[in-house]
Nanobody, 115 residues
Framework: QVQLVESGGGLVQPGGSLRLSCAVS????????WAWYRQAPGKERELVGA???????NYAGSVQGRFTISRDNAKNTVYLQMNSLKPEDTAVYYC?????????WGQGTQVTVSS
């Protein structure tokens, strides 16, 4: 069964940066497209950024130019570099395949942007 372990979240001031990591079990990173998602309190889960097997990326308009998704197939890890963070980026962040290939989600990592 797949395991997804997100880490790297925390409390950061507006304008700050964080780098999230997602450790994926097995060798699945190189076999699938991946994405980072987030869910803020009272809101639906939304896709933040996605990366294809070939390395092409796309982003939600709200994070375009501030967030960068990347992958390291050798380390079976997907990353999300977040710069110029805003209070509205506060959410629990998850990684998963894109599209989501199973019902499983990891525990996520909390990102809180506040002064």
């Amino acid at each position: 069964q797949v395991q997804l372990v997100e880490s790297g979240g925390g409390l950061v001031q507006p304008g700050g940066s964080l780098r999230l990591s997602c450790a994926v079990s097995g060798s699945l990173v190189k076999l699938l497209h991946w994405a980072w998602y987030r869910q803020a309190p009272g809101k639906e889960r939304e896709l933040v950024g996605a990366i294809t097997i070939g390395g092409s990326t796309n982003y939600a308009g709200s994070v375009q130019g501030r967030f960068t998704i990347s992958r390291d197939n050798a380390k079976n890890t997907v990353y999300l570099q977040m710069n110029s963070l805003k209070p509205e980026d506060t959410a629990v962040y998850y990684c998963n395949s894109n599209p989501v290939a199973w019902k499983y989600w990891g525990q996520g990592t909390q990102v809180t942007v506040s002064s």
